[in-house]
């Protein structure tokens, strides 16, 4: 992706999450039961979105770099696993801190959250294999293997509402069919605000896939002055 | 309750904030390292190059 245009979606992910920072903390009221502290839904449910995105991304780089061996589908799913672990990151601290508020405890090992701390850990591990295998084919080979079957936490983890009985609140959002969910004017701002978070993964994504293309590059040069 | 409702919402959104702004400063600073390597190797190949000749 050209730099023009990762400065133009970066640009515009700033002004998207400026806005949406106005809106969210002056435009929307307070919750009736909740009161301000509702307002972390905007962060807590788009970084989960990104991060389930990016993992989604991942697996399907890994299958294509298995069929075709493509490098540049290796980058990629090294890439979104790694922004994907980011906004993984913030679901999961935003998350906690609501707990804290709403619940009195900072975590509990219901569920939802133990899968998403799984996950976050399978993920964690796959960034940690690809570090201990020095053989490129081999480490892109081995990863990739590991990518598809993690995928699987993650549907656990989306569906961990749907399967068992969790602390954890069930579905808000109408598109999963929640009744006497969230005002639309409040979903609509979840929306919103995954707008904003995907375009700022994009960005990163696309800048951390140059930075292991350049990598490559540096190992080549490296083979080439070793030679001389 | 509301204070420190206010509060942790505003840790919340801080928190948020810093795990990205991390991420961005690691990113940033393996750029300028990934840069810095390119240019030395460059810089030693041609060195190795021109006095081969």
Redesign the interface.
Known sequence: MGTKILYVLGALAAVLLVRN?YVILLGLPDEKD????Y??IF??LP?FFTAALCYLTALISSVVYLVRKSQRADDLALSATE?GL??A??NL??GM??A??IWGIWWTWDARLTWALITWLIYAGYLMLRRAIDDPSERAKNAAVLCIFAFASVLITWKSIDWWRTQHPGAVLSIRGAEGGLDPAMESMIYFNWLALLL?CIV?VA??MR?ER??R??DA??R??HA? | MDERNLTYMFYGFLSAWVILAGYVVTLAAREGRINRQIENLRRMIEGKESSKL
Do not use: D, K, N
């Open positions: 920072l909740q009161g301000a502290i307002r972390i962060f807590h970084a922004v980011a906004f990151a913030v601290v935003t801190i609501w804290r508020i700022l990163l800048v951390r930075q350049v990598q590059e540096i040069l490296r080439h002055a001389l």
